[in-house]
T-cell receptor, first 114, second 113 residues
Framework: AQSVTQPDIHITVSEGASLELRCNYS??????LFWYVQSPGQGLQLLLK??????LVQGIKGFEAEFKRSQSSFNLRKPSVHWSDAAEYFC????????????FGGGTRVLVKP | DAEITQSPRHKITETGRQVTLACHQT?????MFWYRQDLGHGLRLIHY???????NKGEVSDGYSVSRSNTEDLPLTLESAASSQTSVYFC????????????FGPGTRLTVL
C-alpha cells in the first residue's frame, strides 16, 4: 500500500530564511508526487508535481522540490521565505498503479516569524 | 473560468440525521474525489468516481455514500450522521490520466452534535 510521511508537524522559520519540508513516500511503482499548500480556511492549491524527467521540479511561489528515488524522498524547498508562506503543506503520492488516487501525508504547518 | 464549488460551506447537524454535501465542477473532469481532513491525519479518501454511474469506496467509506448521475456533480451523503464524522470535507476533480492534478474545492466544515 502507498503511504506518505511528513516527519515535521510544525516548523517555525524567520522571514527571509530558507525552508525545507521533508516528505518520504512508499509506492510500489513509478510514483507521481505532489506538493499542495493550504492557507487557513482554504482548499488545497498545487505547488508543484513530479511525474517524470528532471528530478528537480520548479513550482509556483518560488518553491522547488527534488525527487530522490534512492531515498524515497520528495523534499520541498524555498530559498527565502515570505510571511505569506505561512500555511500548511501537504505531500501526496499517486500514480497509474493507484488509479490516479492520491495518498496524502499528515501535513506540515509552517509559521513565519517577522 | 472553470471551478469546483462545494455547498454548504458550514453545516451543523444532529446525530442520526441524514446530511448531503454538494460538489459541483465545471472542469468537465471525469474523476471526482471526496476527502475528509482531520488534525494529524492529513486528507483521507472517502469515495471516488471515474465517470458517470461509477463510484468506488476509499480508505474511510463507512457511513458515507455517493452517486454520480452526471459529469459535474458528486454529492456525498452521510446516511446517519455520527459525532465521529465531524470534520472538514473536500471535493476534488481531475482528468483521467495518472499524472493529472487534482483541483480542490474550498471545503465544507461539518459539525455533528
Amino acid at each position: 500500500a502507498q503511504s506518505v510521511t511528513q516527519p515535521d508537524i510544525h516548523i517555525t522559520v524567520s522571514e527571509g530564511a530558507s525552508l525545507e519540508l521533508r516528505c518520504n513516500y512508499s509506492y510500489g511503482a513509478t510514483p507521481y508526487l505532489f506538493w499542495y499548500v493550504q492557507s487557513p480556511g482554504q482548499g488545497l492549491q498545487l505547488l508543484l508535481k513530479y511525474f517524470s524527467g528532471d528530478t528537480l521540479v520548479q513550482g509556483i511561489k518560488g518553491f522547488e522540490a527534488e525527487f530522490k528515488r534512492s531515498q524515497s524522498s520528495f523534499n520541498l524547498r524555498k530559498p527565502s521565505v515570505h510571511w505569506s508562506d505561512a500555511a500548511e503543506y501537504f505531500c501526496a503520492v499517486g500514480g497509474k498503479a493507484a488509479g490516479n488516487k492520491l495518498t496524502f501525508g499528515g501535513g506540515t504547518r509552517v509559521l513565519v516569524k517577522p | 473560468d472553470a471551478e469546483i464549488t462545494q455547498s454548504p460551506r458550514h453545516k451543523i447537524t444532529e446525530t442520526g440525521r441524514q446530511v448531503t454535501l454538494a460538489c459541483h465542477q465545471t472542469w468537465n473532469h471525469n474523476n471526482m474525489f471526496w476527502y475528509r481532513q482531520d488534525l494529524g491525519h492529513g486528507l483521507r479518501l472517502i469515495h471516488y468516481s471515474y465517470g458517470v454511474q461509477d463510484t468506488n469506496k476509499g480508505e474511510v467509506s463507512d457511513g458515507y455514500s455517493v452517486s454520480r448521475s452526471n459529469t459535474e456533480d458528486l454529492p456525498l451523503t452521510l446516511e446517519s450522521a455520527a459525532s465521529s464524522q465531524t470534520s472538514v470535507y473536500f471535493c476534488a476533480s481531475s482528468e483521467s490520466s495518472g499524472a493529472d492534478t487534482q483541483y480542490f474545492g474550498p471545503g465544507t466544515r461539518l459539525t455533528v452534535l
